[in-house]
């Protein structure tokens, strides 16, 4: 577990300002009015932090790690389902690559923190 709590690790922060993002850019739009699409986008986003926190909390390392795998995977479900909004002409260019560019970020912070956590 980690001492400081979940809050104080930067990629939890980076995934929580990265679902805020999220959910503010789907409220309207043409994202908006495809419920399937923005759901599951919010649900991915949501899971990255939420799997971060839940990891962090757990007892021991190896657990912790277990969840920092699904926050990974959440991650690479939500690149997808953007890549699939901006080819359909859901999001626009300029906010696909800047959030593109957050979750690749994003995904860089997480494989430290599991290698870090896996020793």
């Not at 909004?85 to 860089?108: P, R, S, V, W």
Request: proline share 0%; charged share 30%; with cysteine.
């Amino acid at each position: 577990m980690g001492k400081k709590g979940f809050r104080e690790l930067k990629v939890w922060q980076r995934a929580k300002d990265l679902a805020v993002a999220i959910y503010k850019a789907s409220a309207g739009g043409a994202l908006s009015r495809d419920f399937g699409l923005r759901d599951q986008i919010r649900r991915s986003a949501v899971s990255i932090a939420s799997n971060l926190a839940e990891g962090d909390e757990r007892d021991t390392d190896k657990e912790a790690v277990r969840f920092f795998y699904i926050a990974k995977g959440s991650l690479a479900e939500l690149r997808t389902q953007l890549q699939i909004a901006f080819e359909t002409g859901h999001l626009e260019q300029t906010f696909y690559e800047n959030i593109e560019a957050d979750c690749q970020t994003l995904g860089k912070m997480l494989g430290s923190l599991i290698q870090a956590r896996s020793h």
